[in-house]
Every structure is written in structure tokens, then in C-alpha cells.
């Protein structure tokens, strides 16, 4: 009687487990990087506060990112975990799937996305984030591995998406209303080590020493010599091309950093 109540038990905490996880009814394997999956998910909860904190009036407005309105960065948003989920599933059947058609196809998207109705561009962003999240638990631990191509024509595991897709959700979060501050620490930290390893790859790391304040540590970038003050959000946000607020500078021009992505 006793084990018959707690199977029902554990079969009703199992699919209450199965309800929260969603359609995909499955865990992530054990390959799977689960410190970047955890900081996704994380950022895909905030960026859909953030959303919902947007009025549908909102949307029309400027985002933080120049020359794109809110609407534009919520159907980028989207259509990025569309790309990302193509990847998966090139890793995931071995067929190559590319993100995005061209260049040209991408933003004619992201164009097409900005105007649709509030609610049909909320669900498209929901989704979308929905459906990355089923194919990553669908990746087995050869599929993490499996080389796919990114936008950029990097080639890259799989397993990059999930870093890949951390970033896009919480940086544009911040384009989107929210803040660099609320971001982990440890989201800032591999967000300023991604804009340095992209300045790395075209060779256009400038000579800068950043001191972050609130780590109370110094981060020497190229050959070093003038120096950027501030607070790890302050500096991150700088890095990723969202503005110079709150930062000293001792002799480098806030306004010269090469762009990230
Ligand atoms: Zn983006």
C-alpha cells in the first residue's frame, strides 16, 4: 500500500518534472555544456521578462541598439533561435543546415518579423526559444561534437549554440529595456572574454587596460598602456558596443573600440 502511494507519488513528481521541461520530455545528455545551456535558459527567462515589461506601443520605439527598433531585436531574437535550432538539427542528423540563407535573407527577415502584430511577434520569440531548448535535449553526446558552421563560416562543435545563444539573449535583453547590471558575473566575464577572442580573429584587439572595479582585477588587452575604469557591467556593456556611461578614462577614446559582432 505504502509503495504504491509513493510510486503514484513519484510518477506524478515525474510528470510534473516532464510539464516544466516541455514538449521535449527529456533531460540534456551528459556531454551536453551545461554551464552555457544553464546561462541560455537563464537569459531566455530574462530577455521574456524583459519582453513582457515591453507594452505592445513600446515595441515601435528605438532599441538600444542603433538603427533597430524593438520589435526588430525581439524578431531578431527569434529568428536567431530558428537559426540555432538548424544547427542543432544538422548535428543531430548529419543533413548540413545553414543558419540563415544569406546575409541578405536574414535581415529581410528580421524587416518581415518587425512588423508583425505585438502578439504574433511574442509567440515567434516563445516559440522559437521553446523549440532550441527540445533539440538541444534531443543532442546525444556525439551530436554535442559534431561540427557545424555558424553565420560567421566558422566551424565550430555544436555545442558552441548554447554560448552562442546566451550571448544573443542577454545582450539584447539589455537592447530590449533591461540592464548589463543584472546580468551574472559570470555572464560579463565570458561576455568580455567573446568580444576579445572575435578581436583576436580579425587581428584588431586595441592596447587597453581595463580595471575592473567591483573584481578588483586588471585586464591587459593587446599590448596594454591607457586604461578604462568602470564596473564589470559598465565595461561589458562598452565592449559589446552599447555605450560608454559610468567609465573613466585615462588617455584611450571611449568612442574607438572596433565593433563586436
Ligand atoms: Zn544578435
Redesign the pocket.
Known amino acids: 500500500m505504502s509503495t504504491s502511494t509513493s510510486n503514484s507519488e513519484l510518477a506524478a513528481a515525474r510528470e510534473a518534472l516532464r510539464q516544466r521541461q516541455g514538449s521535449g520530455a527529456r533531460y540534456d545528455s551528459s556531454a551536453a555544456p551545461a554551464r552555457e545551456l544553464d546561462w541560455a535558459r537563464r537569459g531566455t527567462a530574462y530577455f521574456a521578462r524583459v519582453l513582457n515589461e515591453t507594452s505592445d506601443s513600446e515595441l515601435r520605439n528605438p532599441s538600444a541598439l542603433p538603427g533597430w527598433s524593438k520589435a526588430a531585436v525581439v524578431a531578431?531574437?527569434g529568428y536567431?533561435a530558428r537559426a540555432l535550432t538548424r544547427l542543432c538539427q544538422w548535428a543531430r542528423t548529419g543533413v548540413p543546415h545553414s543558419m540563415y540563407a544569406s546575409a541578405e535573407a536574414r535581415l529581410a527577415e528580421i524587416r518581415r518579423g518587425e512588423s508583425l502584430p505585438p502578439q504574433a511577434l511574442r509567440s515567434l520569440v516563445h516559440h522559437a526559444a521553446i523549440h532550441l531548448d527540445v533539440e538541444w535535449r534531443d543532442l546525444d553526446d556525439t551530436a554535442w561534437d559534431a561540427q557545424v558552421v555558424t553565420a560567421q563560416g566558422r566551424t565550430v562543435p555544436a555545442r558552441e549554440t548554447a554560448w552562442m545563444r546566451a550571448r544573443?539573449v542577454w545582450?539584447?535583453a539589455a537592447d530590449l529595456g533591461g540592464s548589463f547590471r543584472r546580468f551574472p558575473r559570470d555572464v560579463l566575464n565570458a561576455l568580455l572574454d567573446d568580444v576579445v577572442a572575435v578581436w583576436k580573429r580579425r587581428d584588431c584587439v586595441p592596447d587597453v587596460e581595463l580595471h575592473l572595479r567591483d573584481q578588483d582585477c586588471t585586464v591587459v588587452l593587446g599590448g596594454g598602456g591607457p586604461s578604462v575604469t568602470g564596473s564589470t557591467p559598465d565595461v561589458v556593456r562598452w565592449l559589446t558596443g552599447r555605450g560608454a556611461v559610468h567609465l573613466e578614462s585615462d588617455g584611450f577614446d571611449l568612442s574607438s573600440l572596433p565593433a563586436w559582432?
Do not use: A, D, R, T
Open positions: 531578431h531574437v536567431n544573443e545582450v539584447h559582432l
